[in-house]
């Protein structure tokens, strides 16, 4: 039996069994859990698989943190144990979130990050080709026109058709049809727009962006669920995709594009103005300061539409490389750690993960360094803050998303890359500082073995 499967099999036990579990999904790092009983985990249990770093709650959301490259493969083994059915029914789900006290922007933050988690991985590999692509054109490394033609066709698919991935996602997380939501975001990025006028004025392919697609995309999911409640059974196949294509595609032309670029245009001016201008230092200090707290909720995926409409826009998002500082201070602060502890066996903790933080995947330190040894976590905060009022002052933008750390380099604009670089080096650096000043009780080798795991409770 493999490791994978082992670990899936434990955590369904503990979950209650698969009858408890309607749902398991993975993002890079956890897996994300919905039950029917909270009462039938076993949470302690659960947290002492082999395998499993810390167990978290967020509205309703049990998440399961394993690490790197392991959350996809203990997920998909543990689709098949649940008979290959990753989402439940609808009623379960809605009772489990109601069951835990969701509220309606917990919800939204969810909804946001079911969307967009499912690309993540087109997000990271379609980014490091174009950012590759692009150093090596500005560096003349590749000589073939046609060869950097095709790694750039390679690497800019993912962001020129997202906006229909984004919308068949949306419509499948509001209970649609995935190709009615595809179909609303192909009417709001459709070249043939540019032929139409409403009030005498010409309508803008694609404005909104990404914000537009979820807007339409939802109100389609909810027009088409309420259209299908009331047609008859013999002629709901024909009239329903019919009257929610022609309703939600009208409604997308006169309210939704329009009232979605309103909206894009105001977040885009106001992550502008927040950063770059006179108050963005502080600005950046206070985003990448206060990021990690957000990233052990797993709430942080939800700011990925703010990512995306920033690129759309502007061709890049200056709100990345701030954020990705708060990993870098994590780093610094794991060092701190290292050189300070006299505990062998968290040397190894941290011998195993600092690789991975410094690729970006901060779970690991967090919940097996800072978090538990609590003034370190704060060090790491610390150092993230000043990273990121670094990379604000200088205004550094990134062309892609998907990853941080050492790898975002290669997405970052070039002629930025140095200033991002120094901005790791600051939060490396004041990371360290931070946490050896304010030191750490230093756990000896037993009590880290017999430690329980830690629950953390929104």
């Known amino acids: 039996m493999s490791r994978e499967k082992e670990i899936a099999q434990g ?62 493969k203990v997920e998909s083994e543990a689709s098949k144990i649940l008979g290959g059915t990753k989402v439940g029914k609808a009623e379960e789900v809605k009772a489990a979130i109601s069951a835990k006290n969701q509220t309606p922007f917990k919800l939204l933050l969810r909804r ?86 409403i009030g005498g004025k010409a309508l803008v392919v694609g404005r909104g962006g990404i914000i537009s697609v979820l807007i339409a995309a939802a109100f389609a999911s909810w027009l088409e669920k309420n259209i299908r409640k009331r047609m008859p059974n013999s002629i709901e196949l024909l009239a329903t995709p019919l009257l929610t294509i022609l309703i939600a595609g009208f409604a997308t032309l006169y309210v939704l594009q329009p009232l979605g670029g309103y909206i894009a245009d105001g977040i885009g ?95 690991p330190l967090i919940y097996g360094v800072t978090l538990p040894l609590g003034r370190p976590f704060i060090g790491a905060c610390i150092g993230g803050a000043f990273g990121g009022a670094f990379e604000a002052f200088k205004v550094v933008g990134a062309r892609g998303l998907g990853i941080s750390g050492i790898p975002l380099t290669a997405l970052i604009e070039p002629n930025k890359i140095i200033y991002y670089v120094l901005g790791l080096l600051i939060s490396y650096t004041a990371g360290f500082i931070a946490t050896y000043l304010l030191g750490f009780e230093d756990p000896v080798d037993e009590e880290i073995e017999n430690s329980q795991p830690f629950t953390f409770n929104v």
């Open 112 to 197: 946001i990050t079911s969307i967009f988690i499912p690309l993540i991985p087109g997000l990271i590999g379609g980014g490091l080709i174009l950012g590759i692509t692009n150093v090596a054109t500005k560096f003349n490394w590749i000589a073939d026109k046609n060869l950097l033609a095709m790694l750039s066709l390679l690497g800019s698919t993912i962001f020129t058709y997202m906006g229909i991935m984004v919308g068949m996602n949306t419509a499948k997380e509001f209970g649609g049809s995935p190709t009615i939501g595809g179909i609303l975001a192909g009417i709001i990025y459709n070249p043939a727009l540019a032929n139409i006028t």
């Open 11 to 72: 955590i369904i036990k503990e979950l209650g069994g698969k009858e408890n579990v309607i749902s398991i999904t993975n993002c890079m790092t956890r897996l994300r859990v919905l039950v029917k009983d909270y009462d039938k985990v076993n949470r302690e249990a659960l947290g002492k698989i082999d395998g499993v770093i810390k167990v978290n709650e967020e509205g309703g959301e049990l998440q399961v943190i394993v690490g790197p490259g392991l959350a996809n």
């Open 269 to 363: 001016k106001a992550v502008t103005v927040a950063i770059a201008g006179k108050a963005g230092v502080f600005t950046g200090f206070i985003l990448a300061g206060t990021f990690l707290p957000l990233v052990m909720t797993g709430l942080h995926q939800g700011l990925t539409p703010i990512h995306v409409q920033l690129i759309e826009s502007t061709g890049v998002t200056i709100l990345l490389p701030i954020l990705a500082m708060a990993g870098a201070g994590q780093v610094g602060a794991a060092l701190a750690v290292y050189v300070k502890t006299k505990s062998k066996q968290l040397k190894k903790i941290i011998e195993g993960s600092i690789l991975v933080g410094i690729l970006g995947i901060g779970e």
